[in-house]
Each structure stands twice: as structure tokens, then as C-alpha cells.
T-cell receptor, first 113, second 115 residues
Framework: DTAVSQTPKYLVTQMGNDKSIKCEQNLGHDTMYWYKQDSKKFLKIMFSYNNKELIINETVPNRFSPKSPDKAHLNLHINSLELGDSAVYFC????????????FGPGTRLLVL | AQKVTQAQTEISVVEKEDVTLDCVYETRDTTYYLFWYKQPPSGELVFLIRRNSFDEQNEISGRYSWNFQKSTSSFNFTITASQVVDSAVYFCALSGSSNTGKLIFGQGTTLQVKP
């Protein structure tokens, strides 16, 4: 029944490791997003895909690589994790790419030690 | 540039009080949408409302109401007769026609409702 789901919910890892976060939506939406919420709760867009095509790529280190195998899935792979990557990562989806309501997943809390 | 400002970092009220959360935005787009989201202590982001720039009618949903004023670029959120369950971080967000769909979030306002 979950509309937008993310796995894992928590991720604790060492500096330098590579990790992935998965996101799936069952709403039939065309567009998916990754947002980062820092320790001060500030939310910022990272990436967006529309029908598997990358449409937003904010200034994000290229250690972060999104992948969309189909329009229901958007994964985030992070190479060579750094302490500053510790944050909550939210996946979201919307019907279309412009000005539509975005529905968020539960978030993945990443802690890099 | 587009920007959303929520000047109130934290608000504390006692249950049953009314409380207004302020949101001021900046955009050069003539077509844009404004949103409010709630983030309870459990951490998820819950959609509350979406309003387009051409609709200045105020909206009421139960104890929640929203006041949109283009003249002052504000989209304020009022909770009437607050309850402990309203305790959360509330985010105002903007999506303009020029920004390919991304949400620009304000800094968030932490609301604490005490019994």
C-alpha cells in the first residue's frame, strides 16, 4: 500500500565505503526526485528524473549517481562516502514534472562514521 | 532567483491556542505553486496543501487554514485550537514555472504544542 518506499531506512557505514539507496513508487507517476535534508533540517533538491530521463542535476559531487531503471524506480548510489554525506535522503514522486504535488518517501537516515 | 523564507525558527504554544506560521516567497515567475508540508517527529514529510499563483482564495481544511496574499508575497498557515499532535516541523515550498519542477523549501518552523 505504501506509495513511495525507500530502502534501507537507516544506513550506518564507514568513510570511504560505497552505498546505495533504493526508491520505488506505486503511484504511476512520471517524475521522481532525490532531496537531501541536512542536520539543520534544510531540504534541497539533488536530482530529478522524468520517464527515466535526468532533468534536474543540482550542484552535487559526482560521487553521487542516480539511476532510474524504469519510471517507478530511482536509486541513488554514493561512492567514497564522506562524513559530510551524513543526512536524511528523501525520495519523492509527482504525476508530471512541472509544479505538481510531490509525495515523499519515509527517508533514509545515512550516518557516515 | 527563487527563495522561501520562514522567519520563525521555533514556536511554542499551549494546546488550544491558535498559531500562525509565516511564509514569504520570492520569484519572478508569473506562474508558480506554493506548498506546505508537515514533518512530525517520526520524520516523514506529509503534504498539506498546494496553491497556484492565480488562486488567491483562502483555504480552510478542518483546523487548518491558509492565507495567500500575492501583494505581500506571503502564504501563511494558521492552526486553530492547536493540539499536541500538531507538534512538528512545517515547511513552506515554492515551485516556479522556470525551475523544472524542483521544490524550493523554506528553512522550516518547529512548532511545539504543550499540553
Amino acid at each position: 500500500d505504501t506509495a513511495v518506499s525507500q530502502t534501507p531506512k537507516y544506513l550506518v557505514t564507514q568513510m570511504g565505503n560505497d552505498k546505495s539507496i533504493k526508491c520505488e513508487q506505486n503511484l504511476g507517476h512520471d517524475t521522481m526526485y532525490w532531496y537531501k535534508q541536512d542536520s539543520k533540517k534544510f531540504l534541497k533538491i539533488m536530482f530529478s528524473y522524468n520517464n527515466k530521463e535526468l532533468i534536474i542535476n543540482e550542484t552535487v559531487p559526482n560521487r553521487f549517481s542516480p539511476k532510474s531503471p524504469d519510471k517507478a524506480h530511482l536509486n541513488l548510489h554514493i561512492n567514497s562516502l564522506e562524513l559530510g554525506d551524513s543526512a536524511v535522503y528523501f525520495c519523492a514522486s509527482s504525476q508530471r514534472k512541472f509544479q505538481e504535488t510531490q509525495y515523499f518517501g519515509p527517508g533514509t537516515r545515512l550516518l557516515v562514521l | 532567483a527563487q527563495k522561501v523564507t520562514q522567519a520563525q525558527t521555533e514556536i511554542s504554544v499551549v494546546e488550544k491556542e491558535d498559531v500562525t506560521l509565516d511564509c514569504v516567497y520570492e520569484t519572478r515567475d508569473t506562474t508558480y505553486y506554493l506548498f506546505w508540508y508537515k514533518q512530525p517527529p517520526s520524520g516523514e514529510l506529509v503534504f498539506l496543501i498546494r496553491r497556484n499563483s492565480f488562486d488567491e482564495q483562502n483555504e480552510i481544511s478542518g483546523r487548518y487554514s491558509w492565507n495567500f496574499q500575492k501583494s505581500t508575497s506571503s502564504f501563511n498557515f494558521t492552526i486553530t485550537a492547536s493540539q499536541v499532535v500538531d507538534s512538528a516541523v512545517y515547511f513552506c515550498a515554492l515551485s516556479g514555472s522556470s525551475n523544472t519542477g524542483k521544490l524550493i523549501f523554506g528553512q522550516g518552523t518547529t512548532l511545539q504544542v504543550k499540553p
